[in-house]
């Protein structure tokens, strides 16, 4: 019913089991004006001012990508989720908008927005920095859908942290979920300790240092003071001698390659898992693990 004056009724029931008959594992709604915000705070009504609802998505990855020798694995059946949220949400709110409601679907994936520049202080970031334009993390939260862990992850009881996430906002007038608590993250420490730049601690995600090891693989950040650019040139040179990082960067241009995940693989929440999950995990392979000597 294209460019119907009336909306034809629709129900969050209804639009939940067309999301779950494409192959999207959960799907929550929340109220777009009732978001948990983050920071840099994405109110979903920066975005639609009209938005009545913000409908969220989670794929689980396959836990036999993320138990995977070598990250690239991984990466690639990352694509393949993020493919999989992006053509439903497209579809949703093709199907949104033809009955008469105004709908933006907001990617599981990049472009994010980038910041060199604080937009606080006006001043050069150590680390350039990026912000999604609306925080999935919260968002799923914001609809019930589960926690965010001690790994920064959003946890949900059936997948623990293996899922990627994708939203819709729409102007249709869905009933949102309640939120809801849980106890998931059962605060053991693995992902503090498995991250391989100290990123993680009790109270706070340091994002610096992971999106430096994320992106290169490198264990340090270029350095403030002087006295330590030594060091750290002396890894870049290490990095050199093993890695082409031009042929690298190209990979990374073309398949979105990560160089981390051990956050996440670590962690011990989801109940899907329980039957399947590898009693032993050796730890992947990436750009960064090549170089065992610094
Ligand atoms: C940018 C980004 C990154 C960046 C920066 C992450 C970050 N913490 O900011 C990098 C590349 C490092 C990264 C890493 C990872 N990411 Co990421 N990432 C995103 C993206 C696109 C936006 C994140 C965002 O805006 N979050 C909102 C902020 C508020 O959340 P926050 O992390 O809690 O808070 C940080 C910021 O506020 C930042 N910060 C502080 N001050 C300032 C000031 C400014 C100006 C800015 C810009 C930021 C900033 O520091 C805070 C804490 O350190 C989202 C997708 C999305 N649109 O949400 C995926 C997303 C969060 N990532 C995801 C994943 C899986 C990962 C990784 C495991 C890597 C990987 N291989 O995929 C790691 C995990 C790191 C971790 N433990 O947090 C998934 C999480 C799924 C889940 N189950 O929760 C998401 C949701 C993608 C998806 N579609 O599913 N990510």
Request: hydrophobic content about 40%; glycine content about 6%.
């Amino acid at each position: 019913m294209i460019n119907s004056a009336e909306p034809a009724p629709i129900n969050s029931a209804t639009l939940k089991q067309w999301i779950h008959s494409s192959g999207v594992d959960l799907v929550g709604i929340a109220d777009a004006a009732d978001l948990i915000l983050s920071y840099p705070p994405r109110p979903a009504t920066a975005l639609m001012p009209s938005a009545r609802s913000v409908v969220v998505m989670a794929v689980a990855h396959s836990l036999g990508a993320v138990y995977s020798p070598h990250i690239m694995l991984w990466t690639r059946n990352k694509m393949q989720t993020s493919r999989l949220l992006d053509e439903t949400a497209e579809k949703i709110c093709r199907t949104l908008e033809q009955k008469g409601f105004l709908s933006l679907p907001v990617s599981a994936d990049k472009p994010a927005e980038i910041f060199k520049i604080n937009p606080e202080t006006g001043k050069k970031f150590r680390q350039t920095r990026a912000a999604g334009f609306l925080s999935l993390k919260h968002a799923a939260v914001s609809c019930g859908m589960g926690e965010i862990g001690r790994n920064n992850l959003l946890l949900t009881p059936e997948f623990g942290p293996h899922q990627r996430l994708c939203a819709i906002l729409t102007e249709a007038p869905l009933e949102a979920d309640a939120r809801r608590e849980f106890n998931l993250c059962n605060g053991c420490d693995r992902c503090m300790k498995a991250c391989p730049v100290g990123a993680l601690s009790r109270d706070r995600h340091d994002v610096d240092p992971c999106f430096v090891y994320w992106s290169y693989g490198f264990k340090k950040m270029p350095p403030g003071r002087l006295r330590d650019w030594p060091g750290f040139l002396s890894m870049i040179l290490k990095h050199l001698r093993r890695r082409d990082m031009l042929v690298e960067s190209g990979q990374t241009y073309i398949t979105d390659v990560d160089n981390c995940i051990e956050c996440m693989r670590v962690c011990p929440a989801g109940s899907m898992w329980k039957g399947i999950r590898p009693a032993a995990r050796p730890s992947q392979r990436s750009g960064g693990t090549e170089i065992t000597d610094i």
